[in-house]
T-cell receptor, first 116, second 111 residues
Framework: AQKVTQAQTEISVVEKEDVTLDCVYE???????LFWYKQPPSGELVFLIR??????QNEISGRYSWNFQKSTSSFNFTITASQVVDSAVYFC?????????????FGSGTQLTVLP | DVKVTQSSRYLVKRTGEKVFLECVQD?????MFWYRQDPGLGLRLIYF???????EKGDIPEGYSVSREKKERFSLILESASTNQTSMYLC??????????FGPGTRLTVT
């Protein structure tokens, strides 16, 4: 069975602070995929990143960076110099390799509030 | 850009009514999904489809059915709406095993 845990239910920071959103996953698959999605107040989930289990290289995209560590089964997301527009619910998700395992298992989400 | 559209942003129905939620994607994706989102529970998969006329149950299919007659359209049906089906419903599509793209969601209230 697959499981994704986002232990931080809510985080509040002041603009320009750095913030890290934690994601811990459980899976028996040797090949799997990890995702982060952003859900702004408008409601639509926006895809941010996909990571394969065989690629542990960290990734940076502008103010966003992701730290994937298989040894600790974590895929953490850091926003540098946060902005008010970053306020949203962020979801981490996990998917298996094929067949019915292609469905996503989502964490319960972290509500990030960036205060001006 | 991938475009996933849902027929309504807000919907109010009465208990016992039959409810249709429509989802259309314009990127020729094979896979389509229906989720419901409730506070504290995250997203839970109701049904998904890998191809036209094919469907598979997700984690919470009870009280729902689906229809996929055309590749671009995936409908969620509440046969007899109940108050515990008040929720946000999200449709998504994906190409094979790639990331899923989501629609704007339908907030359904059953009174």
């Amino acid at each position: 069975a697959q499981k994704v845990t986002q232990a931080q239910t809510e985080i509040s920071v002041v603009e320009k602070e750095d913030v890290t959103l934690d994601c811990v996953y459980e899976t028996r698959d040797t090949t799997y995929y990890l995702f982060w999605y952003k859900q702004p107040p408008s409601g639509e989930l926006v895809f941010l990143i996909r990571r394969n289990s065989f690629d542990e290289q960290n990734e940076i995209s502008g103010r966003y960076s992701w730290n994937f560590q298989k040894s600790t089964s974590s895929f953490n997301f850091t926003i540098t110099a946060s902005q008010v527009v970053d306020s949203a619910v962020y979801f981490c998700a996990l998917r298996g390799p094929s067949g019915s395992a292609r469905q996503l298992t989502f964490g319960s989400g972290t509500q990030l509030t960036v205060l001006p | 850009d991938v475009k996933v559209t849902q027929s309504s942003r807000y919907l109010v129905k009465r208990t016992g009514e039959k409810v249709f939620l429509e989802c259309v994607q314009d990127m020729d994706h094979e896979n389509m999904f229906w989720y419901r989102q409730d506070p504290g529970l995250g997203l839970r998969l109701i049904y998904f489809s890998y191809d036209v006329k094919m469907k598979e149950k997700g984690d919470i299919p009870e009280g729902y059915s689906v229809s996929r007659e055309k590749k671009e359209r995936f409908s969620l049906i509440l046969e007899s709406a109940s108050t515990n089906q008040t929720s946000m419903y999200l449709c998504a599509s994906s190409f094979r095993g790639s990331e899923q793209y989501f629609g704007p969601g339908t907030r359904l209230t059953v009174t």
